[in-house]
């Protein structure tokens, strides 16, 4: 059996000093807690080991912690000015007519209203329709079973950003 060599970003998550290593997780994550779990779970073996303590942490999140990773997001249709990660993330609404974008505006808005929350989705690879479809769909939502979809949207979201980390060369 042959071994797969181990990806860069993972070398370089496991070497990191402490402050630094915590500081690019919680880039992926704005979680303090969840930095935290897999700080401390360090060093990882494979990728897969990466993202299934992740899922772990994600699971052990308290409804604070939660509130916390959500404040890490910005709208959907309102990437963060210079965050080339919201943008990318959210490049489905990049060519959006006005009147879609001004609707995503408004449904933001009452998402947020009724769940004291931005709309988190992980908009990767979905279109502006598709993002919008998904806020009218789960805007009638209870607030239980919309924090549960939540933390599974933050899971892959997580995963996405950890793919990144874990692949990029120095």
Not at 95 to 112: C, H, K, P, T
Not at 159 to 169: C, K, N, P, S, Y
Request: hydrophobic content about 40%; overall charge negative.
């Amino acid at each position: 059996m042959t071994s797969t060599p181990t990806p860069p970003g993972l070398t370089r998550l496991n070497d990191l000093e402490e402050r630094a290593a915590f500081t690019a997780l919680h880039e992926a994550c704005a979680s303090t807690a969840w930095a935290r779990r897999l700080l401390a779970a360090r060093p990882y073996a494979t990728a897969e080991e990466l993202y299934a303590a992740s899922d772990a942490a994600m699971a052990e999140l308290t409804t604070a912690d939660l509130e916390e990773a959500i404040a890490g997001h910005p709208p959907i249709g309102r990437p963060r000015p210079g965050d080339p990660a919201s943008a990318r993330e959210q490049r489905g609404m990049a060519g959006a007519s006005a009147e879609l974008r001004a609707e995503m505006v408004d449904l933001n808005l009452a998402y947020q209203e009724r769940f004291g929350h931005v709309f988190l989705i992980c908009a990767t690879g979905k279109s502006a329709e598709q993002m919008r479809d998904a806020v009218r769909a789960r805007i009638g939502n209870p607030p239980e079973r919309e924090r549960e979809i939540v933390r599974i949207e933050l899971g892959r979201i997580n995963r996405i950003r950890l793919a990144r980390l874990v692949e990029e060369d120095a």
